[in-house]
């Protein structure tokens, strides 16, 4: 299994427009975080979880050049807004639609913003066409399986999900945006050879965890290596890293992890 960790930013993304703080202005490229997003292969099925608004920037510096389908964790627009630029994917499938599984809340959101791309198949070559589907408990594939649980966010709820390949039993759990980790999920992540965990910042923050919050539940899951994402500002990668548990770990962008 490979992750590829196209973005670990907040939604303002950092650099943030305005600002001359020393992450801001920081030469540490593990410092520049795009809007989070991850690309998961699973024995060669090529999963795409959100679309942060750079998608098309991440992907072309990553080269990610095929998605088989793709997962909304939810509607938030640092998590939605890059959706037109699968539209180059469909292409690549034949112009046909892509897959796209979510909540009911993250399914109306795509056909709020995209009611265009509910299609089939695209209008015309070029043009994006999202099948929705709603995420289920267990998607089982040829490749391995894919778990769904929520987590809290504010006023919604956020698909957590677990990857377990099949051929070599890897499993890797990616829980981005959730202010906690409810019981079912924690149980869902143990065993997970990679967790992935929001972790906004070292304030509380109403509806994400903070760095303190999230180290709580790493300690809780207790995977061999935890990576936080989604992370502000106010954050300096290393620094940060260097304050952690041995465990756990600052993502940035660009990160791959073989697992």
């Not at 391995?144 to 999900?161: A, D, E, R, Y």
């Not at 039993?169 to 409810?182: M, Q």
Request: proline share 6%; net charge negative; glycine share 8%.
């Amino acid at each position: 299994m490979e992750v590829v960790f196209l973005g670990t930013g907040t939604s303002q993304g950092v650099p943030m427009i305005a600002c001359g703080c020393r992450v801001c202005m920081s030469a540490d490229p593990r410092n520049k975080r795009t809007r989070a997003s991850v690309h998961v292969v699973m024995d060669g099925l090529r999963v795409q979880v959100d679309a942060a608004p750079e998608l098309r920037l991440q992907c072309l510096r990553e080269r990610i050049e095929w998605v088989d389908f793709f997962i909304l964790t939810h509607g938030h627009a640092d998590h939605v807004c890059g959706m037109d630029d699968l539209r180059r994917f469909c292409d690549l499938h034949g112009s046909e639609a892509l897959t796209v599984y979510s909540t009911e809340e993250g399914m109306g959101r795509v056909l709020a913003i995209y009611p265009y791309a509910m299609a089939e198949r695209p209008i015309s070559r070029g043009y994006a066409a999202f099948k929705l589907a709603a995420m289920p408990p267990l998607l089982e594939l040829p490749q391995g399986t894919i778990h769904s649980t929520l987590l809290p966010h504010g006023g919604l709820n956020t698909l957590g999900l677990i990857f377990t390949e099949r051929s070599s039993g890897k499993k890797f759990a990616y829980y981005t945006d959730c202010k906690r980790v409810p019981r079912e999920a924690v149980a869902l992540a143990r065993g997970a050879d990679a967790v992935v965990l929001d972790g906004l910042r070292p304030q509380p923050h109403p509806s994400h965890m903070s760095i303190d919050e999230a180290v709580a539940v790493a300690a809780e899951i207790g995977a061999p290596v935890t990576w936080l994402t989604h992370l502000t500002h106010l954050s300096d990668h290393a620094e940060l890293e260097a304050t952690l548990p041995a465990a756990v770990r600052v993502a940035y962008d660009g990160l791959r992890l073989r697992l």
